[in-house]
């Protein structure tokens, strides 16, 4: 699976993003989830947020709750993370992986098991 990141950009501090994350070819039929990842300046990967194929679950890191939400969009290759009240600690760039257990245990935080990742996509919050 190839799997490219589009819409990153500049805003200011407030403002708000739509992350899309296309896959070639398209998602798997059954089981399967996506993961959201973002790398800051000088700092670790992280996973924020992941959802299954089914949209049974979707989680999201501390840092991001209450702001960001993530969907699948109306066909069967792309998913979304709608990015809001875009802070400058949320610089980075912007991840997305085929794989992982989007589910109601911890296990969508290992980042080991999303086996098909984007390029990433620049997102530069200004204060």
């Known amino acids: 699976f190839d799997l490219v990141e589009s819409g990153g950009g500049l805003v200011q501090a407030g403002g708000s993003l739509r992350l899309s994350c296309v896959s070639t070819p398209p998602f798997p039929e059954g089981y399967y989830s996506l993961g959201w990842f973002r790398q800051a300046p000088g700092k670790e990967r992280e996973v924020i947020s992941c959802?299954?194929?089914?949209?049974?679950?979707?989680n999201f890191a501390s840092s991001v709750k209450g702001r960001f939400t993530v969907s699948r969009g109306g066909t069967k290759n792309t998913v979304y993370l709608q990015m809001n009240n875009l802070k400058p600690e949320d610089t980075g760039i912007y991840f997305c992986?085929?794989?992982?257990?989007?589910?109601?245990?911890?296990?969508?935080?290992?980042?080991?098991?999303?086996?098909?990742w984007g390029r990433g996509a620049q997102v530069t919050v200004s204060s």
């Open positions: 992986a085929l794989g992982g257990f989007c589910g109601s245990d911890t296990r969508w935080l290992v980042q080991e098991d999303y086996l098909f």
């Open positions: 959802i299954e194929h089914n949209d049974r679950h979707t």
